[in-house]
């Protein structure tokens, strides 16, 4: 190697040829796709920057209804939480009166736990022993007796991190024999993301729209026999409530979905988004338990909870576990070598999740304001729930199912075949287009369907409610009014919905 120097061997004008270009990139990394900070989120940060800069706009704010970030919403944090995460992280205010008692303790308990008896310390890549522990205590106790073993709980960075780490293990193969993931649609962009990233092979199953997104158990037959033709199907993923769709699955369903699981020996990731109590709601562990010890010892089953969704909505400390029955040993040991690579999850994020897991008791000093905190929370998003599906359904061409369980809604809407004409041309969704006009128009930010998955021929875009009541009306009256000019933009006559997807025109135009 010599190297060449000198007037004539220099350029400084010359621009080098960069290694990392997007013919180089990874096409895995190409391909993946998450609409949740996609397009239209860009575009409304975009305009929400022009409006601190003084650029008028027909609107004084930008309304994220994107994604489910309840504190970003202007939920107010669990002072429980926060007290014991605060003391775990400046331990001098184990001596501040202010502090009461059980949270003083419960701070002390993870910090005995933790080297040195400092947060700032890595943890075990499973996660802080007594934080495991707590967990299992608590699946125990709300699975009423259906034991929890710590040893299957490990600790991770969100949901998000946990589904990931498994996916890792599941996919492989080359071919028809190159594994296969069920995922249902309308599905969380996540699975359709990770998919992408591994190289799996994604088979789609659809819930039932017009069965309040009920998940069939012969849609499943058929998209897996459908996909056995070309990959080997090994891993089914189940969102309950869902998300976007926010329904909540019976235990009937529930049962059918773990025997066809059973019978067809694929891997169940069980992704929890449970944050209310407005809706009966069924642990997919306690139904397996229930069916009997020949399911409950053979079905292999992943279940993911974080710390982001529930009634703390503690999204930014990125806590969550995940609880994994039945993987065989050989397999635990790998899953710990690759957890390890990441060395741990933020422990901290760890400390929130175990006071969620373990909160005041009755007898305890802080069990009053806690309580009534939470019942706050739960309290405010049944109504915002009721709200929403009310005034969404009052509007001519949009069709909203109840929200049973989960912090979204994802109404069916719409679109006249002009307005399609009009996407098409542009080569964008028609439910792009109605998104990023009804930003640009009113500054609300919702996720068009498209980015979820959506029977063809049908519009969706999907929205939380989390704003306050106040401000939550007044974003669901500004999407009735442009949905009306939209309809009237278009000219189209008054639609119907029908369950086969894209409305039914009607005679006359909306009132």
Known sequence: YKLHTGPKDHDPARMREKTLTMATLNPQVKAVEYAVRGPIVIKAGDIERGLQQGVKQPFTEVIKANIGDAHAMGQQPITFVR??????CF?????????PDDAKQR??????????????????????ECVRKDIADYITHRDQGVPSDWNNIYLTTGASDGIMSILKLLVSGQGRSRTGVMIPIPQYPLYSAAISELEAVRINYYLDEANCWALDIEELQRAYLTAKEHCQP??????????????????????EVLHFAYEENLFVMYHDLKISNYCQFHSFKKVLYE???????????????????GYTGECGFRGGYMEVLNMDTQVMAQLVKLLSVRLCPPVSGQAAMDVIVNPPREHEPSYAQFTKEKSSVLDALAHKASLTEQILNSVPGIKCNPVQG????????????????????????????????LLEETGICVVPGSGFGQKEGTYHFRMTILPSPEKLKVLLEKLKEFHLRFLEEYSQPEPQITSQGQHREMSKQPD
Not at 406 to 412: I, K, L, S
Not at 414 to 434: H, K, R, V
């Open 107 to 128: 701070a002390q308990r993870i910090l005995q736990d933790c080297g040195g008896r400092s947060l700032g310390s890595y943890s075990a890549s499973q996660g802080v």
């Open 91 to 99: 331990p001098e205010l184990l001596d501040s009166p202010t502090f």
């Open 83 to 88: 007290q014991v995460v605060a003391l775990c």
């Open 406 to 437: 989960a912090m979204y809604a994802f109404p069916q809407i719409f679109i006249p075949p002009p307005a399609i004409q009009e996407a098409q041309s542009l080569s964008m969704a028609p439910d792009m287009l109605y998104c990023l006009k």
């Open 291 to 309: 069916m009997g010890p020949e399911y409950f010892n053979n079905v292999e089953l992943a279940s993911f909870h974080s710390t982001s969704k």
């Open 234 to 255: 090994k891993v089914l993923c189940i969102i309950n409530p869902g998300n976007p769709t926010g329904q909540v699955q019976s235990k009937k369903c529930i049962e």
